[in-house]
């Protein structure tokens, strides 16, 4: 079983709708979860952290956390063609570092 | 400005060759790291380094070396020893207490193509 599992995708939405991106992750005692959005052949950039169980909102982004169920996901408002891209699940253990997600391709339809 | 300066960009290397990989920081970050990604597949980590002259192997260590004797760089080797070293190679960096910060700075790539 993967540390960190996503569906690889690709997700398609059309522009406007809300795209939901979900990720599981096996380590009961993981304790800090984040979401990185990757371009095409470009870094992975920070767009969330979540630390706790509920939601959390930023601007279009929201991500919610269930550690009893051990999944993370991420809503994305009102998708634009400007959002497709990977986006990759990232979860810290208090281990060594981050562990990642293979990532979920996201297509904003426009 | 601040951030992660990785070199080469681009990268191509013969069978055989070892090849090195630069990482600098200028944030002022206790720890680096080394990740891979293959296409399709999300980072691996080789190496990292909490503090100054000391790292740690990650999951795919087999292969690479790496050095951190000034706080600003982690670079990285490639040796022949690498079976497949066709891949981005990413560098990050964090504070030390990273479940605060919750953020890896990362450079923007370098990628490497073995001919």
């Known amino acids: 079983q993967k540390e960190v599992e996503q569906n690889s995708g690709p997700l398609s939405v059309p522009e406007g709708a809300i795209a939901s991106l979900n990720c599981t992750y096996s380590d009961r005692g993981s304790q800090s979860f984040f979401w990185y959005r990757q371009y095409s052949g470009k870094s992975p950039e920070l767009i969330m952290s979540i630390y706790s169980n509920g939601d959390k909102e930023d601007g279009r982004f929201t991500a919610q956390l269930n550690k009893a169920s051990q999944y993370v996901s991420l809503l994305i408002r009102d998708s634009q063609p400007s959002d497709s891209a990977t986006y990759l699940c990232a979860v810290y253990t208090g281990r060594r570092a981050l562990t990642f997600g293979s990532g979920t391709r996201l297509q904003v339809q426009p | 400005d601040g951030g992660i300066t990785q070199s080469p960009k681009y990268l191509f290397r013969k069978e055989g060759q070892n090849v090195t990989l630069s990482c600098e920081q200028n944030?002022?970050?206790?720890?680096m790291y080394w990740y891979r990604q293959d296409p399709g597949q999300g980072l691996r980590l080789i190496y990292y380094?909490?503090?100054?002259?000391?790292?740690q192997k990650g999951d795919i260590a087999e292969g690479y070396s790496v050095s951190r004797e000034k706080k600003e760089s982690f670079p990285l080797t490639v040796t022949s020893a690498q079976k497949n070293p066709t891949a981005f190679y990413l560098c990050?960096?964090?504070?030390?207490?990273?479940?605060?910060?919750?953020?890896?700075?990362f450079g923007e790539g370098s990628r490497l193509t073995v001919l």
């Open positions: 990050a960096s964090s504070m030390t207490r990273i479940r605060n910060t919750g953020e890896l700075f």
């Open positions: 380094s909490q503090i100054v002259n000391d790292f």
């Open positions: 944030l002022n970050h206790d720890a």
